[in-house]
């Protein structure tokens, strides 16, 4: 019986294959290029690699409502990868990065923390029945963290650590001027009437 479970489990190893995934394209018109492949079909058993070529990249699990959050923020239950990231310009070495693949039959989104808010988003396994594709879950990064209308805070947000891009609210030019105009004029109607009682009493 052992001896069976043994060529089992050698003729998996045996079939399983290797899916290679290359990380750093070229992405100034086509940010999703940065994984190239985007999607693939894995078999349990196989490896996919992410092989780290150009740039500085990640490549961090994330689920399809949250595109760009590492998928442990937003689900405890899921222990998900990150790579951190992996610089390989100037000559740097080219580095990788294996996954193993235990369930065939469930989705696992990606993204890069540098590209995501402009569609650098990937996935394994995608279910063709499914309403999840790969042009929503671009749509939604761009939507929900796109630089579509104000690129140079989402940059500025994206620095090269790991730790996600957050947003704050900003004020108009407009409002802070006008608040200023208030603020002055409420305060000549507060001087005028005090210049004018000194003016009275030094008579």
Do not use: Y
Not at 146 to 166: D, I, L, P
Request: charged share 10%.
């Amino acid at each position: 019986m052992r001896s069976a479970l043994l060529f089992v489990a050698l003729a998996a190893s045996a079939c399983a294959k290797t899916i290679v995934i290359t990380v750093g394209g070229n992405t100034t018109s086509d940010p999703g290029a940065v994984f190239n492949p985007q999607t693939v079909v894995a078999d349990t058993g196989d490896v996919v690699l992410f092989n780290f070529t150009q740039g500085n990249h990640t490549v961090t699990q994330s689920t399809f409502p949250s595109p760009c959050t590492a998928v442990h923020f937003t689900n405890s239950t899921i222990n998900g990868f990150d790579t951190s990231f992996r610089d390989t310009r100037n000559g740097t070495a080219i580095t990788d990065f294996t996954l193993t693949i235990t369930d065939n039959t469930t989705t696992i989104w990606f993204f890069d923390w540098n590209t995501c808010p402009e569609g650098g988003v990937g996935g394994i396994n995608l279910n063709g029945s499914s309403l999840e594709t790969l042009a929503g879950i671009t749509r939604n990064a761009i939507r929900l963290n796109g630089t579509g209308a104000s690129s140079s805070s989402s940059s500025a947000s994206r620095t090269g650590s790991s730790t996600g891009s957050s947003s704050s609210p900003t004020t108009s030019p407009s409002n802070n001027t006008s608040s200023a105009n208030r603020a002055v004029v409420l305060g000549l109607f507060g001087v005028v009437p005090a210049l004018a009682m000194l003016l009275v009493l030094s008579l």
